[in-house]
């Protein structure tokens, strides 16, 4: 079975910091990742994915995440971080054996920039 | 095109009242989904249909059912509702294919007395 763990409830991070959002999973196959970002009272929004190929991955607003075969890991950054980044982000996987599977969701983490 | 739409927005239901939620989408996607959002918990998926005519249960289907009734349209009913069905809900389409993402409605926001 598919799994993702993500290991931190809330990140706080400094305006103008580098900030990373960390995502760990467990699949029997290929993984396929993906992030998605969630505002309040709104829905879920993607920012990227990862299917195969260069290990960094770049997605929408300054976004990117590297994917780690050997530590199972699919974390999130941004170099310079803004306040308005403050949301709840969710990685998710689909295992790339099983077909169209629904995606599996981690539990999220609360990213708060402060000013 | 509005994407996935849901209604209603909020709900307030008593405990054993019946209710349907209602999902549509309009970017010709197979296959959609019903996922429930609570505090710590993540979203957690209810059920979904990878193709119009067929349904399958996620991991918490308990006390929910659910009807595809073309390719746009996707409803969730609460037969008896109880406090523990209190949450936000969501809908969430892909086209078919394991490379593809999901896109989700804003939610619906229902509270069982």
């Known amino acids: 079975a598919q799994s993702v763990a993500q290991p931190e409830d809330q990140v706080n991070v400094a305006e103008g910091n580098p900030l990373t959002v960390k995502c760990t999973y467990s699949?029997?196959?290929?993984?396929?990742l993906f992030w998605y970002v969630q505002y309040p009272n709104r829905g879920l929004q993607f920012l990227l994915k990862y299917i195969t190929g260069d290990n960094l991955v770049k997605g929408s607003y300054g976004f990117e995440a590297e994917f780690n075969k050997s530590q199972t890991s699919f974390h999130l950054k941004k170099p310079s971080a803004l306040v308005s980044d403050s949301a709840l982000y969710f990685c998710?996987?689909?295992?790339?054996?099983?077909?169209?599977?629904?995606?599996?969701f981690g539990k999220g983490t609360r990213l708060s920039v402060i000013a | 095109n509005a994407g996935v739409t849901q209604t209603p927005k909020f709900q307030v239901l008593k405990t054993g009242q019946s209710m349907t939620l209602q999902c549509a989408q309009d970017?010709?996607?197979?296959?959609m989904y019903w996922y429930r959002q609570d505090p710590g918990m993540g979203l957690r998926l209810i059920y979904y249909?990878?193709?119009?005519?067929?349904?399958d249960k996620g991991e918490v289907p308990n006390g929910y059912n659910v009807s595809r009734l073309n390719k746009r349209e996707f409803s969730l009913r609460l037969e008896s509702a109880a406090p523990s069905q209190t949450s936000v809900y969501f809908c969430a389409t892909n086209l078919a294919g394991r490379y593809n993402e999901q896109f989700f409605g804003p939610g619906t926001r229902l509270t069982v007395l």
């Open positions: 970017m010709n996607h197979n296959s």
């Open positions: 998710a996987v689909r295992d790339g054996g099983s077909g169209n599977t629904p995606l599996v």
């Open positions: 699949v029997s196959g290929n993984p396929y």
């Open positions: 249909s990878a193709s119009e005519g067929t349904t």
